[in-house]
């Protein structure tokens, strides 16, 4: 999972970023979205298709059939409203210290109890573990380095 500021929600931008996921971590077979305009252009459904990238797009109103994209926001902004940023805080890094602890410390029941990370890189915890924290205590937990 990557979280990324956007500037504009664009057709042009959101396809910006795929293609930088993409040289990241490989072709994805399908992507799904909602049916917010910036999803549904012209544009994007036909760059996917030159991609051979299959566009799935949710029912209108349904947004349980983006659970875990749900999930995500849904913990990200539980967690975002107990701390208190100072004003000059630049957005991205405060997503990428989120990104860290979701995918790497944060256990997901899901997921038997283990991290993104770990069922992304098909490997399990190992070795001392190191309590991290972040946010003033809002994000903690046990991180286990390679």
């Known amino acids: 999972m990557c979280l990324q500021e956007l500037k504009t929600k664009h057709s042009i931008t959101?396809?910006?970023?795929?293609?930088?996921?993409?040289?990241?971590?490989?072709?994805?077979?399908?992507?799904?979205?909602?049916?917010?305009?910036?999803?549904?252009?012209?544009?994007?459904?036909?760059?996917?298709?030159?991609?051979?990238?299959?566009?799935?797009?949710?029912?209108?109103?349904?947004?349980?059939?983006?659970?875990?994209?749900?999930?995500?926001?849904?913990t990200f902004k539980q967690k975002w409203r107990q701390i208190t940023f100072d004003p000059y805080y630049q957005l991205q890094i405060q997503l990428n210290i989120y990104q860290t602890w979701y995918n790497m410390i944060r256990p997901h029941s899901n997921l038997d109890g283990r991290t993104p990370a770990e069922v992304f890189n098909n490997k399990q915890p190992h070795g001392k573990a190191k309590f991290v924290t972040a946010w003033d205590g809002v994000l903690s937990g046990y991180y286990f380095p390679d």
Not at 24 to 31: A, L, N, Q, T
Request: net charge positive.
């Open 14 to 74: 959101i396809l910006r970023e795929i293609v930088k996921t993409v040289k990241h971590y490989g072709f994805p077979k399908k992507i799904r979205s909602d049916n917010e305009h910036c999803f549904t252009s012209g544009l994007l459904k036909l760059s996917l298709k030159l991609l051979s990238i299959k566009k799935q797009t949710t029912d209108i109103a349904c947004p349980w059939q983006n659970s875990r994209i749900e999930r995500c926001f849904g």
